[in-house]
């Protein structure tokens, strides 16, 4: 391969990952088949279905349509930087374990990204506010309905302390 | 197989449990086809062909090879030589499918040339420098100028573009129209849409030339697929392992990708490296072959002035694209439920699949039952309006009564149970269906256009295949098994293991679930693992509703023979009959004497390490397996082509309610209850997931997604900006009502719900905005109502012309 390479620094889930990478290459690429973070997932690659999202600097974004380049100095959180620091679920994930949010699981780290962004910035979102957060990311397998559920779920629990107990 | 009692008290079943699956999944650990990575790996990106009907003059592909990093680019030519035609399920051995186009390409989006690359990204530009030239031919995009005489042919040797036609005949329906009070003719159209998953098909294939064996993982789902793929590539079927603990990122029946598996596997054997083909979306959507039924119906109705449905007959065109695999089969299954839930005496059917230069259809959830229910449901609504009965009432007159089950309809299938009336009340109680009236009658005083839609639809389940005998007599398959292998090893851990890979369905809760069930023992502490398909038993992959009822049915089987061992090993060290043995929690005692008793623990120990006490005869080692046949299954089309096709049938009600923008014309659905009877329920959270989940697709299939061809053959809506899948915006809260109606035909009662939702989704939606419609005088009798297609219609109806 002849393409002219950059030098790119980020830190990923908490630790700086450093490559040379061609201009083009994107930012789920990178991710995905150079740092094997798999957990991120390809869609549709013209930000439609948000399977691919993750958090830049805090933001949900979509990875495919960043290059990898412009997330140089940047901080990304991918999916696999949801669990705990010991490993276990985080409060987040578990609510999606409790309700089912999932089927097939391939949207799954997308919306666990949309939905992590907005619980940091509204602890106490209502249902509307949960579907217009969820939007841009389709799901074929749920309907939606238990992903409602379990970000509310996780609202309540966190809202709640670590004490909570589910109704 | 004995079954639990009349009124079983189940320990897991049909409780709260997490699924076996989720952890995975939320901390990103899936394995999905595209996590596979192989050492040296190359990738594939293909040219496709921009015409729907041309001759292939000449491919190029110099400038290609000559780019870094390229090594190779497969022409048809050379892949067609080497390689066996795809399997087609209809008899029309001359409609010939390859991977790759030799000679001539018969749609827009068809695969011409596969280039080899060190990276996609360099695959892709290579691909850009193939240079093929064509000369267009005559193409035909519409399936009924496509079964006229004059009509340009898709597949010449074929000799018409006619793939299957049949005429069915079920009852007296000359004389039922002839004697009849009122009879009515519509047409009903189903628009081409697909289930459309996020994941699109991918799949890595690696030869390995000391062992002669093709490794393949692909996101697959679909029955017979290592056969099949063995044999197009001209291998013994122990040449192919297919491996199934690969996740699949959804399917709902598309999945199958046996051209892209056939291309990869040629090309890893050819090339002799580690190959991966991963679509785009676009490549998915024009080349990936998973385009939905595409239908047009002309129903005729005969019934009594009081609503009394007498007879029914029908005419189903379905458009399958340029070529088949089991497409045209999708016109088989409705035939085993092709009355619905109604009592209907004569029903005459026409089923005719028609070769267009679209993109070929595929499997689709519910295989073509969705379209088909639409169809009656449509029909029976427009029944009421003209008789001007409440479309609820004119179902409860003529739903199978819950005394008449089991119930024989004319095409041969018994429906097994059921509760129809009962499953009514239940959800327009839920949805309180009086103040749902009164609302709708309260925002069309507001000017406002608003509906009400309810269908009341079967969803067949169990997936037998009988309808390829009915469709094709050569074809005389008559089973359709599944099954599971249960083993308890030394350290008395249990390990269930299937042989199919799954899609989102929760299979390893299933098993795991049953296997607890049957056993005693705590679901989660029994793994589940998926063989690859040289260690599994026979499997036909979770396709028509069918593994609650089969995998489950099979996991049981297995489980139960454990059970039997450990009395037996229990009975003969404790000196007792096997009918004095008392199982319980997977330890066994005398019964009335609990201190005589061995240890789960210690009867495993038993079959494991001390062959002198067992039984004589007994083999040692604790596993067992179980074939099991679809219930009902075994037979051969009568010659009156009657056969009974699926055992059993869930039952669905689904309530709506729909305000139209009256100036945007922007629908918006206000209230969905669907009331759903599956019997017994292994997974409640799975089952109702699936529901919503199938009514999220009906809300598309009805109102958003299609596949629009222009007529000049091209793709209009290949990116997920032009076809529209419903979001958390557009699809609403919904509530389901269970009910249970055991099935007297499967181990505990339950029946299948893969498809649930999907099935009578479209049509309740559809009767709803026509409810909302009809204060205009206007109606809409074709998928999917857009939201222009809603406005042209509101507008024309306002028109002074219209008027």
């Known amino acids: 391969m002849t393409e002219k390479r950059h030098a790119i620094s980020v830190e990923v889930n908490g630790l700086r990952r450093t490559d040379e990478v061609p201009a083009r290459l994107s930012l789920v690429d990178w991710l995905r088949d150079r740092q094997r973070l798999t957990g991120t997932h390809i869609g549709c690659e013209h930000g439609t279905c948000g399977a691919c999202s993750v958090m830049l600097d805090g933001e949900a974004v979509r990875s495919c349509l960043m290059f990898a380049v412009q997330a ?11 669990c705990n620091a010991d490993g276990t679920l985080g409060v987040l994930q578990d609510s999606f374990c409790e309700t089912h949010a999932m089927q097939c699981g391939y949207c799954t780290p997308g919306m666990l990204i949309a939905a992590q962004a907005l619980l940091d910035t509204v602890p106490d979102p209502t249902e509307a506010q949960i579907r217009d957060a969820i939007g841009g990311n389709l799901c074929r397998c749920t309907g939606y309905q238990q992903i409602v559920d379990a970000i509310k779920l996780a609202a309540r629990k966190m809202g709640s302390g670590p004490n909570f107990e589910p109704t | 197989m004995t079954k639990f009692g009349p009124d079983p008290i189940f320990r897991y079943i049909g409780k709260k449990r997490r699924a076996k699956e989720d952890p995975r999944f939320v901390m990103g650990r899936g394995r999905f086809a595209a996590d596979i990575w192989l050492p040296g790996m190359k990738h594939v990106a293909l040219v496709a062909s921009p ?114 036609h049949k005429h069915f005949n079920w009852g007296p329906v000359d004389d039922t129209f002839a004697r009849a009070e009122h009879t009515l003719a519509m047409r009903v159209r189903w628009g081409r849409s697909s289930t459309v998953p996020i994941e699109t098909f991918g799949a890595v ?17 679909m ?70 039924p595409d239908r047009i119906f002309d129903m005729n109705v005969a019934f009594d002035g009081n609503g009394t449905l007498r007879g029914l007959k029908i ?83 003529n739903l199978i009564r819950k005394d008449e089950f089991p119930y024989k309809i004319p095409s041969g299938s018994t429906y097994d149970s059921g509760d ?91 098993v795991s679930t049953v296997i607890g069930e049957v056993l005693e023992r705590d679901p989660e502490t029994i793994r589940v693992v998926r063989a690859d398909s040289l260690q599994a038993l026979p499997s036909n992959s979770p396709v028509g509703s069918r593994m609650a009822i089969m995998l489950g049915g099979a996991a049981a089987g297995a489980a139960r023979k454990i059970r039997e061992a450990l009395i037996d090993i229990a009975a003969h060290n ?115 997931g699936m529901t919503y989940g199938g009514i999220a697709h009906g809300i598309g299939a009805a109102l958003y997604e299609k596949f629009s061809y222009t007529a000049d053959g091209q793709l ?69 109502m857009t939201h222009d297609a809603l406005w042209h219609t509101i507008h024309n109806a306002r028109s002074p012309e219209a008027k």
Request: proline share 7%.
């Open chain 2, 574 to 688: 404790l000196r007792c009959s096997i009918e004095q043995v008392e199982y319980r929690d997977g330890n066994c005692s005398v019964r009335g004497q609990p201190d005589k008793r061995l240890t789960w623990e210690q009867l495993v120990g038993i079959a494991h390490r001390t062959i002198h006490k067992m039984p004589s005869g007994m083999e040692p080692g604790l596993q067992a397996k179980f074939v099991w046949d679809v219930p009902t299954g075994g037979a051969l089309p009568s010659p009156d082509n009657t056969i009974q096709i699926y055992p059993c049938y869930s039952f669905e009600a689904h309530l709506v309610y729909v305000e139209i923008d009256p100036d945007t014309a922007a629908p918006e659905i206000r209230k969905y209850v669907c009331g759903h009877d599956c019997g017994v329920m292994i997974s409640p959270d799975i089952v109702h």
């Open chain 2, 51 to 164: 015409h729907p009907s041309a001759r292939i003059v000449s491919i190029d592909a110099s400038a290609a090879l000559a780019l870094p990093g390229v090594h190779y680019a497969l022409t048809g030519e050379e892949y067609c030589d080497a390689c066996d035609a795809l399997m087609i399920g209809v008899d029309a051995p001359k409609v010939e499918r390859y991977a790759l186009a030799r000679g001539v390409v018969r749609y827009v989006g068809e695969w011409v040339v596969a280039v080899v690359a060190d990276t996609r990204a360099i695959a892709e530009d290579a691909a850009e420098l193939v240079e093929v030239v064509y000369e267009p031919t005559p193409h035909v995009i519409d399936p009924e100028v496509a079964i006229k005489d004059d009509s340009p042919l898709v597949h010449p040797a074929h000799g018409s573009n006619v793939i299957l």
């Open chain 2, 716 to 784: 209009q809506s290949g990116t997920l900006m032009d076809y529209l899948i419903p979001t958390a915006m557009e699809v609403p809260p919904i509530a389901i009502v269970d009910h249970c109606t055991p099935s007297p035909l499967t181990t505990f009662g339950q029946k299948g719900s893969g498809e649930a939702g999907y099935l009578g989704g479209p049509a309740a939606v559809g009767n709803a905005i026509n409810d909302a419609l009809a204060p205009l005088g206007a109606r809409m009798d074709e998928t999917p």
């Open chain 2, 223 to 292: 029955p017979k697929f290592p056969d099949q793929l063995a044999r197009a590539l001209r291998l013994p079927g122990n040449a192919v392992r297919v491996h199934y603990d690969v996740d699949v990122g959804g399917s709902y029946g598309v999945k199958r990708g046996i051209k892209h598996t056939t291309l990869v596997g040629y090309l890893a054997k050819r090339l002799g490296m580690p190959i991966r083909l991963v679509e785009d979306r676009l490549e998915n959507m024009r080349g990936g072959d998973m385009h939905g």
């Open chain 1, 72 to 82: 140089d100095g940047h901080r990304v959180k991918t999916v696999e930087g949801l």
């Open chain 2, 315 to 397: 005419r189903a065109i379905d458009d399958v694209g340029a070529y088949a695999g089991r497409s045209p089969f999708q016109l088989g299954k409705p035939v085993t439920a092709i009355c619905g839930p109604y009592r209907i005496g004569a029903i005459e059917y026409e089923p005719i699949a028609v070769l267009t230069n679209k993109t070929p259809e595929e499997a689709v959830r519910g295989f073509g039952q969705s379209p088909t229910n639409f169809a009656l449901e449509r029909t029976l609504d427009c029944v009421a309006r003209y008789l001007e009965i409440d479309p609820i009432e004119i179902r409860r007159r």
């Open chain 2, 205 to 221: 294939a690696q030869w390995d030339p000391g062992q002669e064996l093709l490794d393949v993982w692909a996101s697959v789902q």
């Open chain 2, 420 to 510: 129809y009336h009962t499953v009514v009340d239940k959800t327009l109680a839920a949805a309180d269906y009086p103040a749902l009236v009164a609302q709708r009658d309260a925002a069309r005083r507001a000017g406002k256009l608003a509906g009400i839609g309810i269908s009341t639809c079967l969803e067949p389940n169990g997936g037998n295949s009988g309808f390829e005998p009915l469709l094709n007599p050569k074809n005389d398959t008559t089973t359709w098994m599944d099954s599971c292998l249960v083993r308890v090893d030394l350290n008395a851990a249990i390990t269930g293991v299937m042989g199919t890979s799954s899609s989102g369905q929760g299979h390893e809760t299933l």
